[in-house]
C-alpha cells in the first residue's frame, strides 16, 4: 500500500502532513474504503525510509478527524462515516474555507458561474471515483 505515498522532503509541509494528505484523499476518492486496514506504523515507516514517529502522528491527526480507527493489537483501518454525526463546528470551517476560495477565485477575475463549473469539477474528480456511484449529469 506504501508504494502510491510519495513524500516529498524538500517540500515546505512537513511529511506527516504529505501522509495525512494522501490517505484523506484515498479515503475521500475511496480508493481506501471503510474497514480497509492501514499499513502497521513500522512497516509504513520502513517503506517510506523516514521515523516510525513520523507515521505515528499521521495516524494520530488522522484518528483524530475520525478518519481511521485503531484497535490495540489489530491495526488502525479507515472508519466509517456513518458511524459518526456531522460536527457543526466542521461543517462551519469548512464554509469558511470555500468562502476564502471563493473570494480568491473573485480576485483573480472569475465569474460566479466559472467558480461553480470549476467546484463542480473538482468535485467529480472525488465523487466520481466512488464505489457504486455513478456519476449524475
Given at each position: 500500500?506504501?508504494?502510491?505515498?510519495?513524500?516529498?522532503?524538500?517540500?515546505?509541509?512537513?511529511?506527516y502532513?504529505?501522509?495525512?494528505?494522501?490517505?484523506?484523499?484515498?479515503?475521500?476518492?475511496?480508493?481506501?474504503?471503510?474497514?480497509?486496514?492501514?499499513?502497521?506504523?513500522?512497516?509504513?515507516?520502513?517503506?517510506?525510509?523516514?521515523?516510525?514517529?513520523?507515521?505515528?502522528?499521521a495516524?494520530?491527526?488522522?484518528?483524530?478527524?475520525k478518519?481511521?480507527?485503531?484497535?490495540?493489537?489489530?491495526?488502525?483501518?479507515?472508519?466509517?462515516?456513518?458511524?459518526?454525526?456531522?460536527?457543526?463546528?466542521?461543517?462551519?470551517?469548512?464554509?469558511?474555507?470555500?468562502?476564502?476560495?471563493?473570494?480568491?477565485?473573485?480576485?483573480?477575475?472569475?465569474?460566479?458561474?466559472?467558480?461553480?463549473?470549476?467546484?463542480?469539477?473538482?468535485?467529480?474528480?472525488?465523487?466520481?471515483?466512488?464505489?457504486?456511484?455513478?456519476?449524475?449529469?
Amino acid at each position: 500500500m506504501a508504494l502510491w505515498i510519495q513524500i516529498s522532503p524538500g517540500s515546505d509541509k512537513p511529511i506527516y502532513v504529505q501522509i495525512v494528505e494522501q490517505i484523506s484523499e484515498a479515503v475521500a476518492k475511496n480508493e481506501l474504503a471503510t474497514g480497509d486496514k492501514l499499513p502497521a506504523v513500522r512497516k509504513l515507516a520502513a517503506e517510506l525510509v523516514i521515523n516510525p514517529n513520523t507515521v505515528a502522528r499521521a495516524y494520530t491527526v488522522l484518528e483524530q478527524a475520525k478518519l481511521v480507527t485503531t484497535k490495540t493489537g489489530s491495526g488502525t483501518f479507515v472508519s466509517d462515516p456513518k458511524l459518526y454525526s456531522r460536527d457543526a463546528a466542521d461543517i462551519n470551517m469548512l464554509a469558511e474555507r470555500m468562502d476564502t476560495l471563493i473570494t480568491r477565485g473573485l480576485n483573480l477575475g472569475l465569474k460566479g458561474g466559472d467558480l461553480a463549473a470549476m467546484f463542480r469539477d473538482r468535485t467529480n474528480k472525488f465523487v466520481g471515483k466512488q464505489k457504486g456511484e455513478e456519476k449524475k449529469k
